[in-house]
């Protein structure tokens, strides 16, 4: 029997597995008219391949994104924190300073995105403050970005799923048709006589390299002496 696709093989040695055997019926005369059962491969792992392209792509893009939107959040964060530890005399325990940083200012953007996120929304919303209203604008519009880019990660993970999904149907759904095609030419075989290690040729063995040839004892014997 051929051997089982598996969901976590890469794309690229499922298609060395599809063009091979492909390239195989082809080949032989006595199993070009099976061809046909293994036509659709391709056009099912390129399906795959291009949610898979695509997946990685808005991966790539929403990483950037969450990148982008945190520094800038933490730069306007820090603009903020400057200017209100001046305007409070540089002490941390003027209650407009605690009102708005429990520690500094850099711990403070060291913290989770999201929690960050929660906490400039909270700013944002409470009391007014002369030095926050000049910072109003830059704050809201990077903890804008910056929420959209948490909101957009977190839904990244759905899309992995629903991708990781499509990838073991398609492994199934190879093994059970290369299974069909083996048992196919199992019977043409027997019944042209073509020999029990016929339908095993048209299938990859191990890294697709052929398989070395047995070696008899005697000369494992003799390369010892």
């Known amino acids: 029997m051929p051997r089982q696709i598996h969901s976590q093989m890469p794309l690229e040695a499922i298609e060395e597995e599809i063009l091979f055997t492909q390239a195989a019926l082809e080949s032989d005369e006595d199993a070009r008219d099976l061809a046909p059962l293994a036509a659709g491969w391709l056009g099912r792992l390129d399906e795959v391949r291009g949610a898979d392209r695509e997946l990685r792509q808005a991966a790539m893009r929403t990483n950037a ?6 520094g800038r959040l933490d730069d306007a964060c820090s603009r903020f ?18 009102r708005y940083f429990a520690r ?9 995105l999201g929690k960050q996120v929660a906490v ?42 629903e991708l990781w999904l499509g990838r073991e ?13 083996h048992e196919a030419l199992s ?14 040729r048209f299938f990859l063995v191990g890294d697709g390299r052929p398989a070395p040839k047995a070696t008899t004892p005697s000369a494992v014997e003799g390369e010892g002496e």
Not at 65 to 70: L, S, T
Not at 87 to 96: A, E
Not at 104 to 112: D, E
Not at 169 to 181: F, Q, S, W
């Open 104 to 112: 500094s200012a850099s711990q403070f953007i060291r913290q989770a």
């Open 65 to 70: 994104r969450r990148v982008i939107a945190n």
């Open 169 to 181: 149907t398609l492994a199934e759904d190879l093994t059970r048709e290369r299974d069909g095609v």
């Open 81 to 98: 924190a400057d200017e209100l530890w001046l305007d409070t005399g540089k002490s941390s325990d003027s209650p407009r300073w605690s």
């Open 120 to 161: 400039v929304r909270g700013w944002l919303s409470g009391p007014g403050d002369a030095v926050l209203e000049k910072h109003r604008a830059e704050l809201s519009r990077w903890v804008d970005a910056a929420d959209a880019a948490v909101v957009e990660t977190r839904a990244m993970t759905v899309r992995r799923g």
């Open 187 to 200: 019977a043409r075989g027997r019944e042209r006589g073509l020999g029990r290690d016929w339908p095993g």
